[in-house]
């Protein structure tokens, strides 16, 4: 504020004059200075005379300084303006005085204060290096953490596929392998046996799914196939000889064949797995029963024809015929007596 005070003073003559405050800086221009002084006079960017300078802007500026409320005030009280600024410059030297006197009384308070300030800068720039690094970390975890979370969804579609197709392989691979107790209970243990009743039931499952496999060509299949089959050839072998021992036992005389009917009964899924694995061992087993059957079934049936034609041609009595005979020789004994 004290600069515009200053540039108004050196525009204004005498602040009791009446009339523009505007026209009497400019009239005050015209009175001090001579031409010789206005030409000798550099005003550099404030030569009005040179064709680069617009009036319009000046006028503008002066405007706009007289326009400030201390000018205002100065020129209504009638201050002069000269010595008013000499007053704010001497008041603003004063000023600068003390201030340069507590600046240089609270040095050693400013120049403490510059060191740590300066400390704290460095350990600012220190904390910046810090979160700098902190942050390049936190970025370089965010990329693991996603590439864990790809990881872990691929990981996830994947054991749900597999839990998917676990069912369907674990039937498979339960339906290829033969167990060992499977091959010795078919190779050593007698027909008789529960046990190697369970494990034909086994057999034939197995055999069935081999053959459903090999109609979809399933490499697999070729790895149990020599197996099943010759297991299933001694179950055949061991199941026709008991079987035929069976029904020649019907054969011996004075044998009750209703016996061993029932015991062949208890062992029909024998002639089931013949008949869907060895269709000419079952056709044997069944000639052979029914020839033994035939056999006996006629034997009997001659039997008991001949003795109904035996009972139909022999001599029976009739109304005719005298059913007892009087004992007269006792009687005559009794009399001569």
Do not use: W
Not at 145 to 162: E, G, P
Not at 177 to 194: A, F, H, N
Not at 208 to 222: I, M, P, W
């Amino acid at each position: 504020m004290a600069e515009v005070a200053t540039a108004v003073v050196g525009a204004v003559p005498d602040v009791n004059t009446a009339g523009n405050p505007t026209e009497n800086a400019m009239a005050y221009l015209q009175d001090e200075k001579t031409d010789e002084d206005i030409a000798n006079l550099n005003l550099g960017e404030l030569d009005i005379t040179t064709d680069e300078f617009i009036l319009d802007e000046v006028d503008i500026h002066i405007q706009a300084n007289l326009e400030d409320d201390l000018v205002k005030e100065a020129l209504k009280t009638g201050v002069d303006l000269r010595q008013y600024s000499k007053q704010v410059e001497s008041e603003l030297q004063r000023i600068e005085q003390a201030s340069i006197k507590d600046y240089i009384k609270e040095s050693q308070n400013i120049a403490l204060l510059h060191n740590q300030i300066t400390a704290c800068d460095s350990i600012l720039e220190r904390m910046e290096g810090m979160l700098s690094g902190f942050q390049s970390d936190l970025s370089s975890i965010s990329s693991e953490i996603q590439t864990l979370q790809q990881q872990s969804v691929s990981m996830n579609v994947r054991l749900k596929n597999r839990q998917a197709v676990r069912s369907h392989l674990s039937q498979l691979v339960d339906e290829l392998v033969v167990p060992g107790v499977m091959i010795s209970t078919i190779l050593d243990s007698p027909v008789t046996e529960q046990e190697f009743l369970e494990q034909l039931h086994e057999l034939n499952n197995k055999i069935n799914f081999a053959k459903e496999l090999s109609f979809r060509e399933t490499l697999a299949c070729s790895d149990i196939q020599d197996i099943v089959d010759r297991l299933k050839l001694k179950a055949v072998s061991k199941i026709r000889e008991f079987i035929l021992q069976k029904i020649y036992s019907f054969r011996k005389p004075m044998t009750n064949y209703q016996i061993p009917q029932n015991t062949l009964l208890k062992y029909r899924f024998f002639y089931q797995f013949l008949l869907a694995n060895e269709r000419t061992v079952a056709k044997e087993i069944r000639d052979e029963y029914v020839d033994t059957m035939s056999k006996i079934y006629y034997s009997y049936f001659k039997s008991y024809s001949s003795r109904l034609l035996k009972v139909q041609y022999e001599e029976v009595a009739d109304k005719d015929d005298l059913m007892g005979v009087e004992d007269t020789a006792k009687k005559n004994i009794l009399f001569t007596e």
